[in-house]
C-alpha cells in the first residue's frame, strides 16, 4: 500500500484533537478519511474522494459514513478495501478513542501534562511529532498537499477550518 499523506490539527488548551486526515493520491484522484469534532461536539468521521483534483475538468467532491464504505459510491472496490487499510493503520498509529480499554493510561498522561483530550485523541507518544509554533499544534506529513486540506475544509463537516491565507 502506497504510504498515506497525514495532516493532524490539535488545540493542546482547547478543544484537543480538532482534526486527523489521511489520503491517498492517484493521477487524477484523492481518496481517504477525516474524523474530528464537529460544531455541537459530536465525532465526525466520514470516507471521501475528491474526483479529477489533478486534471483540467471539474471536481468532484464525495463523501460517506464509515458504515457505508462498500455500498454504492464511486470509489472502486479495490479503492474501497485500499482506503480501508489505510484509515485502520492510520487510526492505530495516530488515534485513541475515549472508549479504547486502553484510554485510560493515555488520559492520565493527558491529564499530567495538561493538555486537553476530547472523544478522539492522539496516542499521546505521537504529540511529540507536532510542530507547536502555532496554537494549533500540527503535523504535516511528507509530501502533504495544502491544497488537499483547503478543499476539504470548505466540504467537510467537522469544526477545524483550515486558514485559508496559511501559504500553500
Known sequence: METPRI???????????????????????????????????????????????????????????????HSHWSLDEARRHEVAQMQEAFAHEWLLYRDDPRAAAELE????????????NLRFERIAKLSTLQPNWTYYSPHFERAVLRHLAKRWPLEYRFDLTQAA
Do not use: K, N
Open 7 to 69: 495532516f493532524i490539527a490539535y488545540a493542546p488548551r482547547g478543544a484537543g484533537l480538532r482534526c486527523a486526515l489521511a489520503y491517498l493520491a492517484t493521477e487524477r484522484d484523492v481518496y481517504g478519511w477525516f474524523t474530528g469534532p464537529r460544531e455541537d461536539g459530536s465525532v465526525a468521521a466520514a470516507f471521501f474522494a475528491i474526483e479529477d483534483f489533478y486534471t483540467s475538468r471539474p471536481v468532484r467532491y464525495e463523501a460517506v459514513d464509515p458504515a457505508d464504505l
Open 109 to 120: 498522561a493527558y491529564a499530567e501534562a495538561e493538555l486537553a483530550a476530547g472523544e478522539v
